[in-house]
């Protein structure tokens, strides 16, 4: 059964996010606004393949990092 | 002074080819891409180096940054530029293959990395232990290793032994500027090396990374005495010119250094000083 207007809390980057219940990564990005290319989604410390972005489910307290290549040495 | 003989110990030969990952490399200029003033001036630097190859590190992605927000990757074409991802800010093995898993996801399954993991904040020189440690775990797991260290040949040698890809030791500490802080260390590892040796941080200005090609090392990496120099466009066109320049100099065989003169044109004929 599909619940609506129902939230849960993750950490995405060590903020504190609400997000629709039990949502895919790839919808979670979308919530976010973030392009699919070039980044790693890494959840409780498993990085999720971008195969698995359309079916793995973000859950309630996963502590999620979003990780993009930025300037370095 | 450096003895002559260390000067010479390689100079003949073909000219070797600088190969990565089976790529062959024109450029022997590394170019790290932090602490430029934006994208557009990295670019621009960028293209004055004629690097062919660019580090990045991989960090948390600003969330509350706007879509329209360029990352590096939109800037600069990862099909124009080899991409070589960093694990800095790893203080420990653990952490560093971490890094290194994440940014072969990043950019899509490529397992070409610069592993370097560091000791302290103050000095950020290499932990050469939890940086052999990681070398052996990702060497096994199928990464392409270019690994970071200190200028010990010993520890060169190790490295290399465990089955990384390039050894890039320090020529002074990162970011100072130091240039080489010594010479027969380096010269030592280049001399012993079976892969590619690639002086990592230190250089402080173009002789810098002349001197580093003269001594036979196969490239350099340099971020930033080129990001912050006063012009980092037309600094990364000296430096472009400086590795080449150093490079064919170590090509052609340097003169031996003599303690005295020797006279440039010939005594034979010479009507001032007939004896």
Known sequence: MVRYNSFMRISINKELISLPDNITVSKMLEKLEIEKKFIAVEINLNIIPKSDYDSHIVRENDSVEIIQAVGGG | MIPLKLFKLSAEGDLKKLILNDKEYKSRLIIGTGKYKDFAQTKLALEASGAEMITVAIRRINLGQNKKDQNLLDFIDPKKYTILPNTAGCFNAEDA??????????????????????????TLYPNVTETLKAAKILCKDGFKVMVYTTDDPLVAKELENVGCMSVMPLAAPIGSGLGIQNRYNILSIVENATTPIIVDAGVGTASDASIVMEMGCDGVLINTAIACAGDPIMMARAMKKAVESGFDAYQAGRIPKKKYASASSPSEGDIFNDN
């Not at chain 2, 996801?105 to 103050?122: M, S």
């Open chain 2, 97 to 122: 293959i971490r890094a290194c898993h994440l940014s072969a996801e990043v950019l899509n399954g490529e397992k070409l990395v610069k592993l370097e993991v560091l000791g302290d904040e103050k």
